[in-house]
């Protein structure tokens, strides 16, 4: 591919016989937006107007259509970039964005994961198996009754405990309470355990929201956050990783993905704007996705297309103990597997703490194997 | 409704036999996110969970499904209301966003449009008809040709001319430079005309990109600006206007709306975040939405079901001279016609001019009647 293309792969409904009209409609679309005999300008005919790389019949009526758009027309800026991808046509319906590639220098402006898998196994200590992670929920949580839950998995040796993704600044519950208690839970469980679980937090909010509760994340010493790129925005999700200074999770909360396949959007542009960690509906959970597409995400994580570090699948949804080593044999130990009311429906605080070993007893016994 | 709660309504698919399992699930999705037997914490069951208004069958095994959750859970943020409404469920095939009903307090904390279509019709001077506007494009113009083409449709009684939304900080057409170029070419044809169009610079970019747009565009004398608010995020979109201090037109890049019904996005979410006025896929169009659907998008915008002033509908996309009191007809007059191709397709300067006066007399003639 050349440098100064994206590629993007849509899958089109479209009568065969109108299947080439169609494709140089979806082409000028993302870009010019309009006939190509309307176009005056001869810059913007020669340096904004893309080419059709190709079209595949992959149904009745349904193909993949291949087109290179012209980097120039991303104008280096991140949001500008999703605008070329699935502005307009988001919206109409018989479009799906199926696949990007990003050419190197667009990569180089949004850099994608700054820690990725690396440095989260680096910033927990866990390697050679996969990471185990819960769940700090319900909304509804005092900062201590947090802490204490915090504490217990800690204690059962969980590796990442990260706060529900609703759970926000609620006044019962205050952010920075929430974290200092959760944070002292931890490193107080590591006096037991000889080995700290890493807290993370959910920053929520208008961006500007969302970097004040960084800061003081950073400042009661979180070793990583978690965020939900599509609330926040993807454009200012990227613009918080640049100063941030530690991993992100991605959480896929309002990503309504169906439009934007999920491997395109969780798999791939989740990770080129920078998260470290994505989150995803495992399959067989309560959530839609086949085994295909999980399988899909966590490989467009790991051997990304684009030069960037691989991130980090986290399949969540339907994992318990019993099924944990399942789930780990369909994805290797390359993995942070996330377990929420797998465990914490359990019936009481000892039952938690037993249930939760045997979680994290079925991750160590799970061997890593690069 | 009791204004502790937020009421939203969902396009549940379902079979008939499991649905009440099912919408309580979707209840507890949104909220506690984990079964009601399971929840230990008083306060959680208390405060957090919330309840089902009804079920209502509007099809083969397709229900809609009316929720209260508490307000509590949005914790007066607004990227935390998002996550409560379409967060989670968002990626559940079987759910659609379908309606939402906001509580005055969170009402007051997105606070909807600061300007609307009074603030609108006060900055353009245009009252007792529609409001006549057209776009700045293809992407690839140069600022200089740029400032022609609004020049051209000034001269032309245009009433509002706005950036493409593909328009971004190209080096080709910088930003603060297409900005200064065509607020003189609308000051040098109010010259000939006596009546300056308002034009409408395009902000896109991450956050702090933005914000220093709107600072450039105000300090250049800009009237209003175009944002879009799912590229930009709608919690950093609500920001953004906190402290813009002039109308902001809403496009619907990204939008991908039809997993939230498009009169849910683009009619009630985009003014509650602050859009004043609504750029939407007319029908007929080159986009998939019906007549009822663009019906119901300019219905929610000018009589908004929450305390909040009324938006501009402005329908666009296949309008043209010849079709604009037709479509003036099915929306009465207090709309924005925003017409794109269908002036700039003309095959010259002479003919563009005539074609966009042609427009702008259809415009004019069709009588307003509030």
Excluded: W
């Amino acid at each position: 591919m050349a440098d100064d293309e994206i590629e993007v792969v849509y899958r089109l409904r479209a009568d065969p016989s109108g299947l080439d009209a169609r494709v140089e409609a979806l082409l000028l679309e993302q870009t010019v937006e309009m006939g190509r005999e309307a176009l005056r300008s001869a810059h913007a005919r020669e340096h904004f107007v893309g080419r059709v790389i190709g079209t595949e019949a992959v149904g009745d009526a349904e193909f993949l259509v291949a087109l290179a758009q012209p980097a120039e027309a991303a104008a280096g800026d991140p949001a500008q970039l999703l605008n070329v991808l699935f502005g307009n046509c988001s919206l109409q319906d018989d479009v799906e964005l199926e696949d990007v590639r990003i050419p190197a220098t667009l990569v180089r402006m949004l850099c994608g994961p700054r820690f990725g898998t690396a440095g989260l196994r680096q910033l927990t200590g866990v390697r050679g198996r996969a990471l185990a992670a819960s769940v700090l929920k319900p909304m509804g949580l005092s900062a201590r009754e947090a802490a204490s839950l915090c504490r217990t998995l800690a204690m059962a040796g969980l590796d990442v405990i990260k706060d529900d993704h609703g759970l926000a600044d609620h006044p019962g519950c205050p952010f920075a309470e929430r974290v200092r208690l959760c944070l002292a839970a931890t490193a107080e469980a590591a006096e037991t355990t000889g080995r700290r679980a890493l807290y993370v937090p959910n920053l929520i909010g208008s961006p500007a929201t969302v970097l004040r509760q960084a800061r003081e994340a950073s400042e009661l010493g979180a070793g990583a956050v978690m965020v939900s790129p599509m609330l926040l925005g993807l454009p200012g999700f990227n613009e918080l990783v640049r100063d941030l200074g530690r991993p992100v999770l991605a959480h896929p909360a309002f990503g309504g993905a169906q439009r934007i396949s999920p491997v395109a959007l969780l798999g791939k542009l989740f990770p080129l704007f920078g998260a470290d960690a994505v989150i995803y509906p495992n399959t067989g959970g309560r959530f839609s996705y086949g085994p295909e597409v999980c399988a899909g995400i966590a490989r467009a994580l790991r051997e990304p297309d684009a030069a960037i570090a691989p991130a980090l699948p986290v399949p969540a949804g339907g994992i318990r103990a019993e099924n944990a080593a399942a789930v780990l044999e369909s994805y290797g130990a390359d993995t942070m597997l996330l377990v929420g009311g797998g465990l914490l429906e359990a019936p009481d605080p000892g039952a938690l703490l037993a249930r939760s070993r045997q979680f994290v007893g079925a991750v160590h016994a799970f061997p890593y194997l690069p």
